[in-house]
């Protein structure tokens, strides 16, 4: 089993950064690749960022592409999730996620482990 742990969320304005964690346990995650969902008030949990087991292939999706960047230390057992130029519409639960040991993927259906999220607010 794998235990998923997020920090990192808060209140910040518009335009602001945050970088969230994302520590592992029980498991090396060397073997997973890593995602971010994320999931607003009334609306369905959607992907975020997906990292490969080595940190070299990443992917996200449209509606943060070229603000947030995912990465990884394996050595830690940590993902990370940094956030700039944030927006209201990032409002949202953010929980870090992996799917079984040797697969990738971006559905939350795929996901096999989940954290129990970290919440980030921005104001406008």
């Known amino acids: 089993q794998v235990q998923l742990v997020e920090t990192g969320g808060g209140l910040v304005q518009a335009g602001g950064s945050l970088r969230l964690s994302c520590a592992a346990s029980g498991r090396t995650i060397s073997n997973y690749a890593m995602d971010w969902f994320r999931q607003a008030p009334g609306k369905e949990r959607e992907f975020v960022a997906e990292?490969?087991?080595?940190?070299?292939?990443?992917n996200y999706a449209d509606s943060v592409k070229g603000r947030f960047t995912i990465s990884r230390d394996n050595a830690k057992n940590t993902v990370y999730l940094q956030m700039n130029s944030l927006k209201p519409e990032d409002t949202a639960v953010y929980y870090c996620?992996?799917?079984?040991?040797?697969?990738?993927?971006?559905?939350?259906?795929?996901?096999?482990?989940w954290g129990k999220g970290t919440l980030v607010t921005v104001s406008s």
């Open positions: 996620a992996a799917p079984p040991v040797g697969a990738r993927g971006w559905s939350s259906g795929g996901m096999a482990y």
């Open positions: 990292i490969s087991w080595s940190g070299g292939s990443t």
